[in-house]
């Protein structure tokens, strides 16, 4: 059995260990600070040696913990190490003394057997939400029946999300007599008159990625008035130095960071914490907001659909919704391109059999499927045989790339053709076989378009492409910087040749240099020379 005690009378001055105990709280980060903390100020760090154990489902949740004692003690604070791979925590624990550690029952007993754990100091064992690693198999109980058994005169302290008779033969079993620990009743707020809370929305983030969420949110929803909620100091100091950045003021009465207070109506109310119990979102209907949103954890969504009583949904941001939807236009024009073109026969008569069973939607879907899965192979295929040693060129290097890792390719087909750019998008989409998402920048001109592609995929674009059929012109595609050296090489002179319109240059003319040809030889259209090597002169021999 179980007996009940409510937080905030816990029994003391009793003598010997700490009474075992097991906390119900929901699986969110807040929960931390309440099973944690009374755990943490019993740590004396003058006696040395590991003197809690935290043993969680995965590093994960390890980690998680790690960071919120951090964040909640500070640096001078009892910190606790996640322990992701015993062989990274072994190189810790042989360098200083660690009071506290946090991991899966399997890395944590590597560290007993190699004796870096010492089972003599620990003076605490915590299974943090141990309905979890229950659940996560055999191998996972196995390892933590074992760490219990090594771990045998430590006190315990079970957190689970709700009893159960699973939960009642481990407490049974490992922590007998335990003292049930239930959060206090939160006062609760009648809801307003006539007022319905709306769905809830969640973004799923990590607890460091919260104010880069809230920044974005903000952007996307743009709400006339907004209440963010924290539950404690440090979120509450980061949610406001979010809204800094964004030039909120601290006592800006329309975007405003509260801890309790939904004193006056706002239009959204984001939780930047999720909300533990069911008073919390009662009191923030005190607000009657139009949207409720919530920032949390993955494993912190089984709990908040529990807590709304299934009125859940993800809301989907602005940046990879439009990315998506893009994805999906180039999809569709690539498949009007296809049409336009002409269905070829033999694919009818392949799947005119089909439509005797099947819609003719559902088997275009089926196509569509087949399709993406094809291009996903080829893309996997060609990154895999790519040689990884070899350097990519750099922009500085390679004149026809744009900016950020896009090379920029010369299209010759513009505005005066019909072309539109969804036009473009659908044969690059199509023929080139690289997604929507991959194509940067394009500029369409009246006579060209020039059009970014990733690097890596410049050269499949321009074998593909080149010779496509765009609005009944066969296009020609090449990279800019090959246009630029053909146009450079069209217009300027040759260089195995003389230009002709530029003089010879005959050198300078001597009219009393021999004539050109073989010694003695007449010239041409005259007498032969008469000081060559046939004889003395004529005139000397009459004299003779």
Not at 70 to 77: C, D, E, H, I, V
Not at 264 to 277: C, K, Y
Not at 534 to 540: T, V
């Amino acid at each position: 059995m179980l007996e009940s005690e409510e937080v905030g009378e816990r029994p003391s001055g009793q003598a010997g260990r700490p009474q075992n105990l097991v906390y119900t709280l929901p699986h969110t980060t807040e929960s931390i600070a309440e099973f944690l903390t009374p755990v943490l100020t019993r740590v004396d760090p003058a006696a040395g040696g590991t003197q809690v154990v935290v043993v969680t489902r995965d590093a994960e949740t390890a980690l998680t913990i790690s960071e919120t004692v951090l964040r909640l003690t500070g640096p001078a604070g009892i910190e606790v190490v996640p322990v992701t791979t015993a062989s990274r925590a072994a190189r810790i624990f042989n360098t200083r003394p660690v009071l506290a550690v946090a991991g899966n029952a399997a890395e944590l007993g590597g560290l007993v057997r190699a004796s870096l754990l010492k089972v003599d100091s620990v003076k605490t064992v915590v299974l943090a939400w141990a309905d979890d690693t229950l659940e996560d198999g055999p191998e996972s109980v196995a390892a933590l029946e074992a760490l219990l058994s090594e771990l045998g005169d430590a006190s315990r302290v079970i957190v689970v999300r709700k009893v159960t008779p699973v939960i009642e033969n481990l407490v049974e079993r490992y922590a007998r007599r335990a003292r049930q620990v239930s959060p206090p009743e939160s006062e609760v707020t009648p809801m307003p008159d006539n007022y319905e809370l709306p769905i809830v929305r969640h973004i799923t983030v990590s607890p460091s990625a919260r104010p880069a969420a809230l920044r974005r949110l903000l952007d996307d929803l743009n709400p006339p008035s907004a209440v963010i909620v924290a539950r404690d100091a440090p979120a509450a100091e980061s949610a406001q130095q979010t809204l800094r950045t964004l030039g909120y003021h601290d006592d800006d009465p329309n975007v405003r960071v509260t801890r309790n207070d939904f004193s006056g109506p706002a239009h959204a109310v984001i939780f930047f914490q999720p909300p533990v119990t069911p008073a919390e979102l009662q009191r923030a209907a005190q607000a009657k907001p139009v949207q409720v949103v919530v920032l949390a954890r993955p494993g912190e969504i089984a709990w908040l659909r529990e807590l709304t009583g299934g009125r859940l949904a993800p809301l989907n941001l602005a940046g990879p919704e439009r990315r998506a939807h893009d994805r999906e236009a180039a999809v569709r024009q690539e498949l009007r391109a296809v049409l336009d073109r002409g269905v070829p026969p033999r694919e009818i008569i392949a799947l005119e059999p089909l439509l005797e069973e099947f819609d003719a939607s559902e088997l275009a879907a089926a196509a569509l499927y087949l399709l993406e899965r094809e291009r996903a192979q080829r893309r996997a295929a060609a990154e895999n045989a790519a040689p990884a040693a070899k350097p990519r060129p750099t922009d500085a290097d390679r004149p026809g790339a744009a900016a950020g890792g896009m090379t920029r390719l010369f299209m010759t087909i513009g505005t005066r053709d019909g072309v539109k750019v969804g036009d473009l998008m659908g044969v690059i989409a199509g023929e080139g076989g690289i997604p929507g998402d991959r194509v940067g920048k394009i500029d369409l001109r009246e006579s060209h378009a020039l059009v970014e592609v990733a690097d890596a995929d410049a050269p499949g674009v321009i074998a593909r492409v080149n010779g496509a059929m765009i609005r009944g012109r066969r296009v020609v595609v090449r990279g800019e910087r090959d246009k630029e050296e053909r146009d450079r090489s069209a217009s300027s002179p040759r260089g195995d040749r003389p230009d002709r319109g530029a003089p010879r240059d005959r050198g300078p003319r001597d009219r009393g240099a021999p004539p050109r040809g073989r010694p003695g030889a007449p010239r041409r259209g005259g007498p032969p020379d008469r000081t060559s090597r046939g004889g003395p002169p004529r005139r000397d021999r009459d004299r003779s």
